[in-house]
């Protein structure tokens, strides 16, 4: 799950970002109106935390872009204005969700959570493949039944790779999805990170490298690395 904050107020967006962290949401931060289409159009999010008072283009004027181009991601409305004409009007506007503040860092996580259960394609809360059943809301994973205790990092990895059901997913991908922009494009982290949650998940191999592609969960095709072995990878 990743997540766009658009807030202008420095101290809540970084603390926004640093909750959201800790819950294995990797999110990326904007200040204006301006930075967030930037972003929009750079980077895939599954929800955009917008504030309706940006400065330049206005969190309002984001809103209706993203509606008027049909962009694939949820909006959750962030404001300070807590009338009901102000939630009706930030609804009109095409939110998915609004939230006033102060609010309570758990009840954003909640409302992230279910709008990203309900994807635009439409992929099931509860993610169930090759003998893994992973759940977003309470951050647990069971290999036939058995529970499996992952690292938030983790955690993050297995979700996009359980959400593409068997497809092969880039470490480029990967690095998107789980780590947020500052993550270096170089960096061994996502090769680090398979190599330990395949030991998490015990044997035999559930994850398989795709050489030159990625990886991938489920069965192996016949070009990938064998069912469980030394990752030299």
């Not at 102060?102 to 993610?127: D, H, I, K, T, Y």
């Not at 998107?176 to 191999?205: C, M």
């Amino acid at each position: 799950m990743r997540v766009l904050i658009a807030e202008d107020e420095p101290y809540l967006a970084d603390a926004i970002r640093d909750g959201l962290r800790l819950e294995a949401i990797a999110s990326d931060v904007v200040h204006d109106g301006d930075s967030a289409l930037e972003n929009l159009t750079v980077n895939t999010y599954d929800v955009v935390l917008l504030d309706r008072d940006l400065p330049g283009t206005s969190g309002d004027e984001v809103a209706r872009w993203m509606i008027a181009a049909n962009w694939p991601c949820r909006i959750l409305m962030l404001t300070a204005a807590d009338r009901l004409e102000e939630k009706i009007a930030g609804f009109e506007l095409g939110a998915d969700d609004y939230l006033t503040k102060p609010f309570a860092m758990r009840e954003l996580v909640v409302r992230l959570r279910a709008l990203a259960r309900r994807p635009l394609e439409g992929a099931p809360p509860v993610m169930e493949f090759a003998s893994l059943t992973l759940d977003p809301f309470r951050r647990e994973v069971y290999r036939d039944s058995r529970y499996v205790g992952l690292t938030r990092k983790q955690f993050a990895v297995l979700e996009v790779l359980m959400a593409a059901r068997g497809g092969v997913v880039s470490a480029e991908t990967l690095l998107e999805r789980a780590w947020d922009e500052n993550a270096d494009p170089f960096t061994n982290a996502v090769r680090i990170t398979i190599s330990s949650l395949r030991k998490r998940l015990g044997d035999p191999w559930l994850i398989h490298t795709v050489p030159g592609a990625g990886y991938q969960v489920g069965a192996p095709a016949a070009d990938c690395d064998g069912a469980s072995g030394p990752d030299l990878r």
